[in-house]
């Protein structure tokens, strides 16, 4: 069969987002202290190969029809292995898909930084890529629950969700937030105490992801102008949190940073995903507005509430995935003229639509995180022991380091290191 054009687009979307996880591992990778450097990158490249295995052999066929459980999840064995795909150009939209599961399960290891079990780490990726992406990603896009033809999109309305506020974003967001509170806190945690230690790195991560986002968004553009809308509102809404981030920083702390920069840029990309094919460049704006100052704020709670959050992955995924997919029933662009936002004359439908999708995601994903999580660490542990913590996790769980150079590589010391920058 002839390759067409959106076949090759969609190929080159998926490669983009592929690299979306590399650069979250040097977003995170940064963010972490010097000592927990490399396990953080660590953490998002297994999860490139455990779900990259998952998928092949039962993860795609549980985000496709046909669907067992009442609309819950796809038939896990009916496309096991793929191999009736080969020779055609479904694998093409299949590899698509796959990226997305990885960098979703990749973005909730930010949370726990410093202190979790790499072996543990790599039991919970390919069990909840399982048992809560694969589901999820059904029941919105697979004709599920969520889905125009499930019981509650029929009940209350199909949610709007392009390309993963729900299964990407509050999805991963709620679950960093189930674990934190499952493995706890880091020794000392407190405001300052744990900052990036490699901001260019973080810079450098940053980077990586604005542009394979234009893939995460776009690779699903059914037109040319959908596409061009796409593109722009990409560009837009995150350009729009990252000055709204620095502004909030501004006024609440006297100065703008570079980390908060990079995080507005995130946070605008977050919040703009669910809607970038349904509103219109100056509706990518205010979310983009909304989303900066909401997750600016939203970080700090952590301290408040007594949860580590030590990357931020609650206040920018969970707060700004929440905004951006609440904030389409208020701002979706009429379609043949008809529906639309409660600003453009669409009623409440659609705002009803996306506030029942966001809560059931919250709920599903609370309770099936939690019920994993538990159920890992009660039989293997999810911490580090408190002496491997004050070490440093790169040393302690992977005999490695980020910084070691030449002579002094094998007497090379995190901690005094850190302590002296």
């Given at each position: 069969?002839?390759?067409?054009?959106?076949?090759?687009?969609?190929m080159?979307?998926?490669?983009?987002?592929?690299?979306?996880?590399?650069?979250?591992?040097?977003?995170?990778?940064?963010?972490?202290?010097?000592?927990?450097?490399?396990?953080?990158?660590?953490?998002?490249?297994?999860?490139?190969?455990?779900?990259?295995?998952?998928?092949?052999?039962?993860?795609?066929?549980?985000?496709?029809?046909?669907?067992?459980?009442?609309?819950?999840?796809?038939?896990?064995?009916?496309?096991?292995?793929?191999?009736?795909?080969?020779?055609?150009?479904?694998?093409?939209?299949?590899?698509y898909?796959?990226?997305?599961?990885?960098?979703?399960?990749?973005?909730i290891?930010?949370?726990?930084?410093?202190?979790?079990?790499?072996?543990?780490?790599?039991?919970?990726?390919?069990?909840?890529?399982?048992?809560?992406?694969?589901?999820?990603?059904?029941?919105?896009?697979?004709?599920?629950?969520?889905?125009?033809?499930?019981?509650?999109?029929?009940?209350?309305?199909?949610?709007?969700?392009?390309?993963?506020?729900?299964?990407?974003h509050?999805?991963?967001?709620?679950?960093?937030?189930?674990?934190?509170?499952?493995?706890?806190?880091?020794?000392?945690?407190?405001?300052?105490?744990?900052?990036?230690?490699?901001?260019?790195?973080?810079?450098?991560?940053?980077?990586?992801?604005?542009?394979?986002?234009?893939?995460?968004n776009?690779?699903?553009?059914?037109?040319?102008?959908?596409g061009?809308?796409?593109?722009?509102?990409?560009?837009?809404?995150?350009?729009?949190?990252?000055i709204?981030?620095?502004?909030?920083e501004?006024?609440?702390?006297?100065?703008?940073?570079?980390?908060?920069?990079?995080?507005?840029?995130?946070?605008?990309l977050?919040?703009?995903?669910?809607?970038?094919?349904?509103?219109s460049?100056?509706g990518?704006?205010?979310?983009?507005?909304?989303?900066?100052?909401g997750?600016?704020?939203?970080?700090?709670?952590?301290?408040?509430?007594?949860?580590?959050?030590?990357?931020?992955?609650?206040?920018?995924?969970?707060?700004?995935?929440?905004?951006?997919?609440?904030?389409?029933?208020?701002?979706?662009?009429?379609?043949?003229?008809a529906?639309?936002?409660?600003?453009?004359?669409?009623?409440?439908?659609?705002?009803?639509?996306?506030?029942?999708?966001?809560?059931?995601?919250?709920?599903?994903?609370?309770?099936?995180?939690?019920?994993?999580?538990?159920?890992?660490?009660?039989?293997?542990?999810?911490?580090?022991?408190?002496?491997?913590?004050?070490?440093?996790?790169?040393?302690?769980?992977?005999?490695?380091?980020?910084?070691?150079?030449?002579?002094?590589?094998?007497?090379?010391?995190?901690?005094?290191?850190?302590?002296?920058?």
């Amino acid at each position: 069969m002839e390759l067409t054009a959106g076949d090759v687009w969609v190929m080159v979307s998926a490669a983009l987002v592929l690299l979306m996880t590399p650069g979250l591992a040097f977003f995170y990778g940064g963010m972490a202290r010097a000592k927990a450097a490399i396990n953080m990158i660590m953490m998002s490249f297994v999860s490139v190969g455990l779900v990259g295995v998952v998928w092949v052999l039962w993860g795609y066929g549980m985000t496709s029809a046909p669907g067992i459980l009442g609309g819950l999840v796809g038939n896990p064995l009916a496309d096991f292995g793929l191999s009736q795909y080969v020779g055609t150009t479904d694998l093409v939209g299949i590899g698509y898909g796959a990226t997305f599961a990885i960098i979703t399960v990749a973005l909730i290891s930010g949370a726990i930084a410093d202190r979790t079990r790499f072996t543990s780490w790599a039991v919970f990726v390919p069990v909840w890529v399982t048992l809560v992406y694969c589901p999820l990603a059904f029941m919105v896009w697979g004709g599920g629950l969520l889905s125009a033809d499930g019981w509650i999109g029929r009940t209350f309305g199909e949610a709007i969700d392009f390309a993963g506020g729900t299964v990407v974003h509050i999805n991963a967001g709620l679950a960093a937030l189930v674990l934190v509170y499952v493995i706890g806190s880091r020794t000392g945690f407190a405001k300052g105490l744990h900052g990036a230690h490699n901001v260019p790195l973080m810079m450098i991560g940053t980077a990586m992801l604005w542009f394979g986002w234009f893939g995460f968004n776009g690779g699903a553009a059914g037109t040319v102008e959908e596409g061009g809308l796409i593109w722009v509102n990409t560009l837009a809404a995150p350009a729009a949190a990252m000055i709204a981030w620095l502004v909030t920083e501004q006024v609440r702390d006297k100065h703008m940073t570079s980390v908060g920069a990079a995080s507005g840029v995130v946070a605008g990309l977050v919040a703009i995903t669910p809607a970038c094919a349904s509103v219109s460049p100056v509706g990518a704006v205010i979310i983009g507005l909304l989303a900066g100052v909401g997750s600016a704020l939203a970080v700090g709670l952590k301290y408040r509430l007594g949860y580590d959050d030590a990357l931020d992955v609650v206040g920018v995924h969970l707060v700004a995935g929440i905004i951006g997919t609440v904030a389409i029933g208020f701002l979706a662009l009429p379609v043949d003229g008809a529906g639309g936002g409660l600003l453009y004359g669409g009623g409440a439908g659609q705002l009803v639509a996306q506030v029942v999708a966001t809560v059931f995601t919250l709920v599903f994903t609370g309770v099936m995180t939690a019920i994993i999580a538990l159920a890992i660490h009660k039989t293997m542990g999810m911490r580090i022991s408190a002496e491997d913590e004050e070490r440093g996790a790169d040393l302690a769980l992977h005999s490695e380091s980020a910084y070691a150079f030449g002579e002094d590589a094998a007497s090379y010391d995190p901690i005094a290191e850190e302590a002296t920058v």
